[in-house]
């Protein structure tokens, strides 16, 4: 009876890992295909100084189109893009069409910077500040509108590769964001090794921030942190009012979040920044 019992379980689990891996097949040929047909979407999603409502500038984010017309979330396609070495097209697909988006925002008189997410494969095989600046100039970006968003622990993968592509690009004018930062695993000693412009502070951080009084003493830890070191800080995921005022209160001066908008179609962003405010 166990015997057979643990037959089942056997083939209970060995379908469900042929479903995930069907799953994961299908997702690898719709994003093989939408970088081939450089059909990948980007959506757009602003960030807010807080105290005016003013839009300073917007996340660009990808989306991927499946076979039915739905979106398939980038938590189901980035990991897999970084293990099968798409990343580095799709990476770059994303960043021409982010770095367009914003050439156009500046040439109607915006004064809003675009900020891209790179990924930690992107900074070992690819020339990735040879990149940014070939298409900084197609696009005629200004390089100090642009802003990359690295996580710290693509800045602990390949230290001394990213160092270096990180001073170049910030010579460049490009400004480095830490995203999801108080979430990685790193000391803070990398600080001191990367010149760092932003620090974007983790969404769970500040959803939490009300709830509990840790959440809060990490957002006060890391306000502080970025005072001391003369850091524009941002919060993330800010979805509710309270949430904003606290931030302010500790002198956060950027936020983005549903509060203020979610990531928008290029077309619904354009509308949204021709309005002037959220
Ligand atoms: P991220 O860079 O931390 O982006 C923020 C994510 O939080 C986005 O999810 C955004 O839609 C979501 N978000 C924004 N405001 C709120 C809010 O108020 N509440 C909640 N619950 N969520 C909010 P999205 O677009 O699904 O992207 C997920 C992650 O996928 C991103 O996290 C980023 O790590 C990755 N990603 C997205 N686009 C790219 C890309 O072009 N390249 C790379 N390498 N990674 C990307
Ligand atoms: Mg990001
Ligand atoms: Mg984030
Ligand atoms: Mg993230």
Redesign the pocket.
Known sequence: RAKQEGRNRYCYFSEELEAKLLQRHNVELILRAAISNDALE??Y?PQIELNSGRIIGA?????LRDDKGGLI???HF?PL?EETGL?TQ??LQ?MRKACMAASNWQQQGFDIRVS????AK?FVESSLSDDVARLLEETKLSATQLEL?V?ESALMDNFEETQNILTNLVEMGVSIAI??FGTGYSSLSYMKAFPINVL?I??SFV?DMLLDKQSLDIVKTIAYLASSLGLTLIG????EEQQKLALMDLNCELG????FS??LPLESFDKLLLAGQV
């Not at 891209?116 to 990924?119: E, P, Y």
């Not at 983005?256 to 509060?259: P, R, T």
């Open positions: 980007v959506h999603q996340e660009a984010l990808v989306r979330s980038p938590i980035i893009a990343i799709l990476g994303v891209v997410n790179i990924a992107q968003e996580t995203d999801d974007k983790d969404q959803r993330e995921g800010i979805e983005q979040g549903y509060l979610k990531p």
